[in-house]
């Protein structure tokens, strides 16, 4: 399990793909939309997340291989045309990347760097065609999901992102 704060979604929204890549199960609750997006009257948040950015988490969704359950959760009857306006929205965007991930083609840029700690060979790729970015620890074929900022780190600097020193230590 992974918490994100709303601060650090809301000002890079890309950081939470990769948790939604590894989910079995998500649960959308359209009480994170802010007020001025989603007025209905159960919802009175002037904070939150837009329509699109939530839009966008749904998307990211669909990028998910494990997936089993997808839920949307509202406990409000009032205004339903605009509560199954932005499920609708959510659920084209969903299906829409679990159709452009079947037709990508498995182009992968890679690189591999020395993780000094425990002197292990990390390989970090990024699929062409999608963005779609995973890390591995040489000898291990379990893939970890990563974003395009780890991708850019490794090539730019030989550097690893925090989402991934955060895993290699946990996992040694």
Known sequence: NENMSLGLISSNLGMAEP?????????FDLSVVKYGDLPISENNNITGLTSEQFVQLAKYAGYSDRLKILNFQFCNEDKPELIADLIATSIWYFIESISSSLEDEEQLDTIVINFEETDDYITIQQNVANGKCYFSIEGDS????????????AR???EFGPRILKKLRKIS
């Open 19 to 27: 948790i939604f890549r590894k989910s079995d199960i998500i649960n």
């Open 142 to 153: 379990t893939k970890f999901p990563c974003t395009s900022e780890d991708f850019r780190l």
């Open 156 to 158: 730019e600097r030989g």
